[in-house]
Structure formats: structure tokens, C-alpha cells
């Protein structure tokens, strides 16, 4: 029996240690029961560079999650990475570590049988024009290759700078901004040629059943992690969304 399951935005942070909790257990049963396990974006609520792993101060949570899936990949469960709007600097060392596949954002699967179209979802929200130019300047190599120049305890001063003035920003914003843009999506479904999506990002949890050139085609939205957490369960090619229990 085939069973894949997808997570996202799960914003794992030491100051949610509940969340922590509930991931570790959800890693070691549901996950360590699955097929292969996905993760499109937002593992953790920041990433500032792989070297956390090593560092003398380094994230101690950061290792728990490698454990994590280590586990998993140990016994035979692969682990998909994809980079979300906060972690987008994990690593080649985070995912070596993991035992995990770094997978490009979009990509196309095949799930249950039928190609799906795997995205975080940020590429989706097109009328946030502030947050699509800061996440054009963020993905250039230039920016990167500068922010982890500077030392961990620089970096963590301005993620944690980024984290407050994002926060600030998304107060001012209309839900609508913050959500995706039908005419984005009709595209990224027409230039795929798929009819099924699955993305996080947007933490509307919900399965939506449209057209589009004349194919009837289904948006999966996976929950995120910042109260009880859930995540979206194709088994045998039957898709369906679970909220974990407090």
C-alpha cells in the first residue's frame, strides 16, 4: 500500500516547543508508517545557513530534525525537501545530513498515478508586489553569497529583524494580497499540463475543484503548524487532508 504524505509551514522554532514536540511524534508515527514523506517549504521558521549544524552555539533543534528524518531515510522512507519563504537557505550539508532529496520549487510528481504539480506557494501570491521584489532580491546569488559571509551571530540579528518587520507587514496587508492569484495559478497549471496541485504557504488548508482549458483540475492547500498542525495523505491515489490532535 502506497501511502505519500505532504507538510508544510511547520515554522519549527525553539520558542514553540510544543510544535517541536508534536513534529518529533508526528515524524515517528504517521511519517515513520508512510511511503515517502514531503516537506514544500517552511520547515523551520528561519534558516540562516547550514553552518548551524556545526557551530559551537549552533541549533540544537536544527539537529533534532536532522535526527528526525535521518531515521526515516534509515529505514527506507525517503524525505523531499523543498525551500519555503523562510528556509530558503538550507543546504546541500542539512540535506546530506537529513538523508534527504532537495527537489526545486516547482516540481512536477507523480502521485497516486497522476503527474502534480509541488510548489510552496509564495510564487502564487503575485499581488503582494512588495514580497514577490523582496523575494527576488533573497533568492539572488549576490544577496546570499553576502548574508553568509557574515558571522552567526550577525545573521541571527537580521533574521530576526526580517521575522518582526515581515510580522509588522502582514498586519497592514488585506487577506486578499496574502492569498494566491487566480490567474497565477490557471498558468502554473497550464504551463505544467497537469491537473492536480499541491502547495502550502497561504495556511487556508482547503481543497479547491476548478477549470481550466476545459480540464477539471483540484488545488490541495496544506495546513500550517503554528497551532494544532496537519498535513494531506494520498494513499492508493486518494488524497485527503488530517488535522493532527493537540
Known sequence: ??????ISDLHLSGERPEIVTRFLRFADEEAG?????YVLGDLFETWIGDDELSAPDGDALANQVVGAFRTLTRR?????????????????AFVEACGARLLADPTV????????????????CTDDRDYMA?????????WQREFLAAPLAR??????????QSETHKKEKSAEIMDVNSEAVREAFMRHAVTRM??????????????IGGRQCERWVLPDWYQ?????????GALRLFNLQP
Open 1 to 6: 500500500m502506497q501511502r505519500i504524505l505532504f
Open 33 to 37: 508508517r508512510a511511503s515517502s514523506l
Open 76 to 92: 527506507g522512507i525517503p524525505v523531499y525537501l523543498m525551500h519555503g519563504n523562510r528556509d530558503f537557505l538550507l543546504g546541500p
Open 109 to 124: 510528481s507523480n502521485v497516486g498515478g497522476l503527474d502534480t504539480l509541488l510548489m510552496h506557494g509564495d510564487t502564487l
Open 134 to 142: 523582496w523575494r527576488a532580491t533573497a533568492r539572488s546569488a549576490a
Open 155 to 164: 545573521r541571527r540579528e537580521h533574521a530576526a529583524a526580517l521575522r518582526d
Open 198 to 211: 499541491i502547495h502550502g504557504h497561504t495556511h487556508r488548508p482547503a481543497h479547491h475543484v476548478l477549470e
Open 228 to 236: 494544532r498542525g496537519g498535513y494531506l495523505s494520498a494513499e492508493n
